[in-house]
């Protein structure tokens, strides 16, 4: 499991690869914490590389966006594949945080 | 041939593994890899790969008196039929009450979110304590 931190258009991008399951979620938390919440800007998360998600992934992402929207920040997410994406409207977690198709798209929601 | 039917009778496997986390990876490399001979679309099987997660998983983090883990996953008339039994003091896990669903952000309950994934990416979970063990099989459809 990866993640790849980038600037874009006054967002954070965060762009994961690999599985967010029990022992990935484990190994990255706090250093996938500490590369996004300090900033406190408005933050994409690129789900286009995960290729799996299970309920601890599931807590980190709403882990992040909460912490971020108690700093007045948003985290939408963009590009899940369908075997994440079930798993994200499965668990509701869509409703609270939501997916879009595209980087623009979700930059946009984000910068509105 | 196509469907359930090239399914039937054929023999399931069975892992009898250590109780710790490490052991997931090989339980899920093993059913995966015994699935992969079969009619099982995408779709299914990253449920069967969810569901195996969260409960491995469990026994792993939490039932600290079970020495080990069995895995056994058979494909037969129903579907997939998978099955997770630890040797620890008699736990129900799928009797905990589900936390709320999500509303907003501020109010969404932090973990907790494990035992409703299960129940909803499955047809049927139950658990029996089978003599000294405790046993969750799920049956998944094929598609």
Do not use: W
């Not at chain 1, 499991?1 to 258009?9: A, K, L, P, S, W």
């Not at chain 1, 190994?27 to 601890?56: C, H, M, W, Y």
């Not at chain 2, 399931?12 to 593994?17: C, F, K, S, T, V």
């Amino acid at each position: 499991m990866e993640f790849v931190i980038t600037e874009v258009g006054g967002a954070t991008k965060a762009a994961l690869t690999g599985r967010l399951d029990t022992a990935n979620v484990d190994k990255i938390e706090t250093t996938f914490s500490a590369s996004i919440l300090p900033q406190g800007r408005p933050t994409i998360l690129d789900l286009s590389n995960v290729t799996f998600i299970a309920s601890l992934g599931i807590r980190l992402l709403l882990t992040t966006a909460r912490t971020l929207g108690n700093r007045g920040a948003r985290l939408v997410m963009f590009g899940a594949t369908p075997a994440v994406a079930e798993i994200l409207e499965t668990t509701a977690l869509s409703d609270i945080i939501p997916i879009f198709r595209s980087e623009e798209e979700a930059l946009a929601a984000v910068t509105a | 041939m196509t469907g359930t039917n090239s399914n039937l009778n054929r023999p399931g496997i069975a892992l009898r593994l250590p109780n710790r986390m490490a052991s997931l990876e090989q339980a899920r490399l093993a059913v995966i890899d015994y699935l992969r001979g079969f009619d099982v679309g995408a779709g299914p099987i990253n449920r069967i790969e969810v569901v195996l997660e969260e409960l491995v998983s469990n026994v792993a983090r939490h039932a600290k008196r079970a020495t080990s883990i069995t895995v056994e996953a058979n494909i037969g008339d129903q579907g997939v039929i998978l099955s997770v039994a630890d040797d620890g003091e008699a736990f129900n896990p799928l009797d905990k009450p589900d936390p709320a669903p999500f509303t907003t952000l501020e109010n969404a309950q932090l973990g907790g979110q494990g035992i409703p994934l299960i129940k909803r990416l499955t047809q049927q979970v139950r658990y029996d304590r089978k003599g000294q063990s405790n046993c969750v099989t799920a049956v998944f459809p094929l598609d």
